[in-house]
T-cell receptor, first 114, second 113 residues
Framework: GESVGLHLPTLSVQEGDNSIINCAYSNSASDYFIWYKQESGKGPQFIID?????DKRQGQRVTVLLNKTVKHLSLQIAATQPGDSAVYFCAENPGTSSASKIIFGSGTRLSIRP | NAGVMQNPRHLVRRRGQEARLRCSPM?????VYWYRQLPEEGLKFMVY????????ESGMPKERFSAEFPKEGPSILRIQQVVRGDSAAYFC???????????FGQGTRLTVV
């Protein structure tokens, strides 16, 4: 569901290692999911999306996994780089046949150790 | 193709004044969303608009806040009689049809003094 005043959890990863960021969503009717990256002082930036008829989708250095049974999303970043430092948000669009708002989950701050 | 444009980037208002935040969506996008973000927190949905229509305003406070997206011109988020608690970053996003990914602007950081 929507984040409601929670401090962001932090994931610390060694540069070069893989990162896995997890997200639980609330609406079992949601059929479209998006991962956004937000750097300090900037707006969220689209990373990758996935529809509910898929369980895995790959992009450049990123993979999103969707488990509809337990309503869980994960974002995997391969060979994490310093430029990956940011807050990562998952988002869901509950709409199927009609347009609807995009709901953000609580974010995760990714920090990279040199 | 320019991205989502928000202005101003920073806005300072005294308590009781009005704040007007503008958002020009990407070319060809007719769906606009407004979100609010407090420091170290997530993005909280406020309102979803299409041209000349409010589709979902379930996240908007009932008083002092209003939004519009006219046939011509940018979308406007208006906050009347601002209070210190209105201080936040306000982000606008646009989408071509409401069923695909939304692209965000750089936000307007409102500070109420």
């Amino acid at each position: 569901g929507e984040s409601v005043g929670l401090h962001l959890p932090t994931l610390s990863v060694q540069e070069g290692d893989n990162s896995i960021i997890n997200c639980a969503y609330s609406n079992s009717a949601s059929d479209y999911f998006i991962w956004y990256k937000q750097e300090s002082g900037k707006g969220p930036q689209f990373i990758i999306d996935i529809r509910s008829n898929m369980d895995k989708r790959q992009g450049q250095r990123v993979t999103v996994l969707l488990n509809k049974t337990v309503k869980h999303l994960s974002l995997q970043i391969a060979a994490t780089q310093p430029g990956d430092s940011a807050v990562y948000f998952c988002a869901e669009n509950p709409g199927t046949s009609s347009a609807s708002k995009i709901i953000f989950g609580s974010g995760t701050r990714l920090s990279i150790r040199p | 193709n320019a991205g989502v444009m928000q202005n101003p980037r920073h806005l300072v208002r005294r308590r009781g004044q009005e704040a007007r935040l503008r958002c020009s969506p990407m070319k060809g996008h007719s769906h606009v969303y407004w979100y609010r973000q407090l420091p170290e927190e997530g993005l909280k949905f406020m309102v979803y608009l299409q041209k000349e229509n409010i589709i979902d305003e379930s996240g908007m406070p009932k008083e002092r806040f209003s939004a519009e997206f006219p046939k011509e011109g940018p979308s406007i988020l208006r906050i009347q009689q601002v209070v210190r608690g209105d201080s936040a970053a306000y982000f606008c996003a646009s989408s071509p049809n409401g069923q695909l990914e939304a692209f965000f602007g750089q936000g307007t950081r409102l500070t109420v003094v």
